[in-house]
């Protein structure tokens, strides 16, 4: 490597804020600037950049160190609880940090509601198209390519436009309560859903009931849930019913 | 959690998110090195030396986390695949101790790895203080007004002591090239 440069404390703190991104649009242009002109200038940057990483690396080594004690004072190597903070180290502020990534952790992991939509959930097969039933459609049957292509959003919108001369109509109420159950909007499916699941003369009123039950589920409403779930005639009654009355 | 947020952590350091990626994936970790004829030392050695792996692949962008298990597959796989590559190595059956191979392409890597433990070797010679200082600014990334709140500085004196403590550093570091 070269001989010692001297780096005067206006070079350090102008690199050091260069490095760190820290410069404006044209403060950093005019650096850039000088820094092709002078070799010198670039070799100390250079310096002081490998300089600043070392730190860095060391340190965070020094750090897996720190986690690995404190991982050995519990003799099974449990998992370390959130809500242990042993670490007097740490300045409160670092504390603060840490409970609020451990939130952000937490709550984005799926609940267990979720967990039990998830492993019941699967989506309606839809209808044959070009069905020639009454009161068929042919608005109502491109909402259902949109909708088995996955195209949600877009059979929502042509099939709530219909709903508005239809309001009563279980097919829409059904096929747009489980598009809106597809789409993440279980408050909203369960409107729809539960006009259907209480018309017993419906051909939806089963999977109806079937899919009120897993929305309210995602709501975490489980006596309403539970209520759908008799009211149905799906498979896997027993089975959800099961799981619900274990939670 | 996010991407990005995932990325921030290890760019910040963030020591709650670290500890605990470190201490639940250790585990799995180790009872795959002492399950494949490795001891205790080795595993830790192994786990660190991966985990350091994936930090730094995360901060340059050579690998995109597009979520927490993503993470821990990767932290897993960098692991097992140096553990497998040492019993595997010439190393291993002379009972030579575990000296990590790291998979660096060509002279520059390995230039810049031996360039880092030079740094990190001067820095174990410096006081208490400068110590302090520098891990708060350059790892723990703390503000210089947090810093100066610190110690009981002012933001100027607490500028001005991180410029003396690398210098220190330099003349250190340089001592040492003879």
Redesign the interface.
């Known amino acids: ?1 070269n001989l ?1 440069q001297d ?1 005067s ?1 206006a070079d ?2 102008r690199i050091e804020k260069y490095l760190f991104d820290k410069m404006g649009e044209n403060e950093k242009l005019f650096f850039e600037k000088e820094l092709k002109e002078t070799p010198a200038l670039n070799a100390k940057l250079d ?2 950049k ?12 020094e ?3 720190q ?2 004690r ?2 050995g004072k519990d003799s099974n ?1 449990r ?2 609880k ?1 809500t242990s903070f042993n ?1 007097k180290s ?2 409160v ?2 504390s603060i ?3 609020a ?2 939130s ?2 937490l709550y ?1 992991r799926p609940n267990a509601n979720e967990r039990l939509f998830a492993a019941y959930y699967k989506t309606d097969p839809g209808l044959v198209t070009a069905m020639s039933s009454k009161g068929m459609d042919y608005e109502f049957e491109r909402g259902m390519v949109d909708f088995k292509s996955g195209e949600f959003q877009s059979a929502v919108n042509r099939w709530e436009a219909l709903l508005a001369g239809n309001p009563n109509s279980d097919t829409l109420n059904y096929f747009l309560g489980t598009a809106y159950l597809e789409l993440g909007y279980s408050a909203q499916a369960i409107q729809n859903l539960h006009k259907v699941s209480e018309n017993s003369q419906s051909k939806f009123v089963d999977d109806a009931n079937w899919y009120l039950a897993l929305a309210y589920i995602l709501e975490d409403k489980k006596d309403e849930a539970r209520q759908a779930l008799i009211r149905t005639n799906h498979p896997l009654k027993a089975e959800l019913l099961n799981q619900l009355d274990e939670k | 959690m996010s991407s990005q947020k995932i990325i921030e952590c290890f760019r910040n350091n963030d020591s709650g998110f670290l500890g605990i990626l470190y201490q639940s994936q250790f585990p799995k970790l180790r009872r795959f090195v002492l399950a494949n004829n490795g001891n205790e030392d080795q595993a830790k050695d192994v786990f660190q030396e991966a985990f350091i792996i994936t930090w730094e692949n995360i901060r340059k962008g050579m690998f995109i986390p597009s979520s927490n298990s993503d993470v821990n597959a990767y932290l897993f796989r960098v692991g097992k695949n140096k553990w497998l590559d040492y019993v595997r190595s010439s190393g291993f059956k002379k009972n030579i101790s575990l000296e990590i191979q790291h998979d660096r392409f060509g002279e520059e890597a390995e230039d810049k790895e031996s360039a880092l433990q030079w740094v990190e070797k001067g820095l174990k010679t410096l006081g208490e203080k400068c110590r302090d200082l520098l891990k708060r600014f350059y790892y723990r990334k703390e503000s210089m007004s947090m810093i100066a709140n610190n110690f009981g500085w002012t933001e100027q004196t607490a500028r001005n002591n991180k410029y003396r403590c690398i210098q220190q550093l330099r003349d250190e570091l340089y001592k040492m090239k003879d």
């Open positions: 490597m010692k780096i404390q350090f703190e310096e002081l490998l300089i600043f990483e070392g730190i860095e690396k060391a340190e965070f080594k750090k897996l160190n986690f690995h404190e991982m190597l998992i370390v959130t670490w740490f300045a502020a670092a940090i840490f409970i990534v451990i952000v952790i984005n």
